[in-house]
């Protein structure tokens, strides 16, 4: 079998030779070079053309995130990201992911990190999965950017954003005869969602639960981002807060996400019981809890993302009898690992690819 072939780039002498030495530990992986910045990078990518790089977001010279652009445009390859996890750092990395980045690591402690030993074993899995995305779709979404904002905009002229959660009447929480949509996702997602919540008219009549695979402190920017963009609210849910019409809610890194009925409401509830299949969120345990909360219809939305997640909680919710389930194409996932777990359940109603999957939503809504 031919080895995958990676590009190192970080500013630190220290950190490549961490990184490299992790990666060719490997015997699927060959590091083929390494490069000090982002400048140097783009002209070892030219020379040596890996299948796969992994890039610090922080270089003087040119930065992670303008080398991400260059390389997108100019000679698209994966690209995963490596991160500080300060708030900056976060937002950085989403901005990397919207640009083209396939996927990002979190550095344990900083720009050097001397614990990087914590994330070998992520780094060696997420470099090998890189190497068999859907590069045509991920090309694709680098040069349209999906829809930017116009699609977002054109919804805000129609139709104002919805108030800040602090003030809105009681008349905004969801009632039973209304729908619940429940959306999980892992790589690739973060694009994938804004091209479907960007498509959301805030008047919509349902909340939106969302599992996106992504550790602590990213969640949060990701949230900020996408609200920037849709017409529906989009925040980090909290624990205890009741679920309201024409709000997105992603679970936070590190904890699961559930929801439970108290009263006249449905409310969220976060843990940090166990991680399911290496994942805390998971999408399994999302939609195995709103599967228990009988008197809502729901719509459970699979898309791209490597492994399973969801399938098993797909059956749980099925079994309630009230569910529409809808999973991204594999023409348009990045990785069509998630959506053909779930369609092998054979519990799946539509499959649709990314940019019709918000309008498929709305017909059931």
């Not at 030993?117 to 999965?129: G, N, Y």
Request: charged content about 25%; hydrophobic content about 40%.
């Amino acid at each position: 079998m031919s080895k995958v072939n990676v590009l190192v780039v970080d500013d630190s002498a220290f950190m490549r030779k961490l990184i490299s030495d992790f990666l060719s530990e490997d015997p699927r992986i060959h590091v083929v070079g390494s490069a000090r910045n982002g400048k140097d990078g783009i002209d070892k990518l030219k020379e040596l053309k890996p299948d796969v790089i992994t890039m610090d977001v922080e270089m003087p010279v040119l930065n992670g995130i303008e080398a991400l652009k260059i390389i997108m445009k100019d000679s698209p390859v994966p690209v995963i990201m490596l991160s500080s996890t300060t708030k900056e750092g976060a937002e950085n990395t989403i901005a990397a992911i919207q640009s083209g980045a396939i996927d990002f690591i979190a550095k344990p402690s900083g720009a050097i990190s001397l614990d990087l030993h914590k994330i070998k074993e992520e780094l060696v899995r997420k470099v090998l999965s890189a190497s068999k995305v859907n590069l045509k779709q991920l090309i694709k979404l680098s040069s349209d950017k999906y829809l930017s904002t116009t699609q977002a905009e054109s919804y805000s002229k129609i139709e104002p954003k919805k108030e800040s959660y602090v003030n809105r009447p009681a008349t905004k929480r969801l009632s039973p005869s209304q729908k619940i949509i429940c959306i999980g996702t892992s790589t690739g997602g973060p694009r994938a969602l804004q091209n479907v919540l960007t498509r959301l008219p805030a008047s919509i009549d349902s909340a939106v639960l969302i599992v996106q695979h992504m550790p602590a402190g990213f969640t949060k920017s990701l949230a900020t981002r996408l609200d920037t963009l849709c017409a529906i609210s989009v925040r980090e849910a909290s624990d205890g807060e009741v679920v309201q019409k024409g709000t997105a809610y992603i679970a936070p890194g590190g904890y699961h996400m559930r929801t439970k009925q108290v009263g006249q409401n449905l409310v969220i509830s976060l843990d940090q019981s166990e991680a399911r299949n290496g994942h805390r969120p998971a999408v399994d345990v999302l939609f195995e809890s709103v599967s228990e909360v009988s008197q809502y219809k729901k719509i459970a939305v699979i898309m791209t993302g490597m492994g399973s997640d969801g399938s098993k909680g797909l059956v749980a919710l099925k079994k309630d009898g009230s569910v529409t389930a809808i999973a991204e194409s594999q023409e348009t996932s990045i990785v069509f690992g998630m959506p053909k777990a779930a369609i092998a359940t054979n519990l799946v109603d539509e499959i649709q690819d990314v940019e019709n999957i918000a309008q498929t939503i709305l017909k059931y809504v």
